[in-house]
């Protein structure tokens, strides 16, 4: 079996550390990303980052999704900056791309809903159903 490089996330609470040091144990290169300081076990390295915080160049600040895609390209070796570049890019394509769609359907929509004063096209069906009220 080939060892691999594995990036943990969450890697300072009971079940990070304990998946960690499995990992470590056969024969894998451990990297942990967590919040907090471990106090489990100093036996792999680990960085103390939030991800979820706010960054210049991320104004909502990098999600979990950005955050572990960032960390897990530097871990195997992309360039940071390209790595994070590759991630607004996506991030772009992801969210913009449907609202650009979204807005052209929407104004198509509603070029052909009725104007002010018009009435639906349902309208004269409703107004020929009859409504009897007993008292």
Not at 117 to 131: D, N, S, T, W, Y
């Amino acid at each position: 079996m080939n060892p691999l490089r594995v990036l943990v996330t969450g890697s300072s609470g009971q079940i990070g550390t304990n998946l960690a040091l499995r990992l470590q144990r056969e024969g894998h290169e451990v990297f942990g990303v967590d919040k907090r300081l471990n106090t489990w076990t100093d036996d792999f390295r680990y960085l103390l980052q939030d991800l979820s915080g706010h960054y210049p160049s991320y104004p909502g600040g990098i999600g979990g999704i950005d955050g572990g895609l960032i960390g897990t390209l530097i871990v195997y070796g992309a360039p940071a900056a390209g790595t994070a570049a590759a991630v607004l890019a996506y991030r772009v394509i992801l969210f913009w791309l449907p609202l650009i769609v979204g807005g052209i359907a929407f104004a198509r929509l509603r070029r052909d809903m009725p104007r002010p004063g018009e009435l639906a096209a349902c309208a004269p069906a409703i107004a020929a159903q009859r409504v009897t009220v007993s008292v």
